[in-house]
């Protein structure tokens, strides 16, 4: 059974860090571009960043460019996403994605091949 589990959620107040992780399991990555997603409440999902199996290629939303950092390990099969000052409307449920196809169905919010269940954070003004 394939399974992306996140970690690293949490409170912080604004202009700190947060790190997190998805790891993925259940089967191969490999060819797998994995990225992030994030929903506040009451809006739509929305893409965040997302990297190719080979780490060669990276995209990110134009709202966490220079801010956030995406890594992946594919001998550990985790990817991760290092948040760096962080603001108020960076609060949402984040949800680790992975998918066969390229990162341009990631920037267009596609609907991806496996998800995770989604870790909260919380950005306090």
């Known amino acids: 059974q394939v399974q992306l589990v996140e970690s690293g959620g949490g409170l912080v107040q604004a202009g700190g860090s947060l790190r997190l992780s998805c790891a993925a399991s259940?089967?191969?990555?490999?060819?797998?571009?994995m990225g992030w997603f994030r929903q506040a409440p009451g809006k739509e999902r929305e893409f965040v960043a997302a990297?190719?199996?080979?780490?060669?290629?990276?995209v990110y939303a134009d709202s966490v460019k220079g801010r956030f950092t995406i890594s992946r390990d594919n001998a550990k099969n985790t990817v991760a996403l290092q948040m760096n000052s962080l603001k108020p409307e960076d609060t949402a449920v984040y949800y680790c994605?992975?998918?066969?196809?390229?990162?341009?169905?990631?920037?267009?919010?596609?609907?991806?091949?496996?998800w995770g269940k989604g870790t909260l954070v919380t950005v306090s003004s």
């Open positions: 259940g089967r191969t990555f490999s060819n797998y571009a």
């Open positions: 990297m190719t199996w080979s780490g060669g290629s990276t």
């Open positions: 994605a992975a998918d066969r196809r390229s990162l341009v169905a990631f920037w267009l919010n596609r609907d991806m091949e496996y």
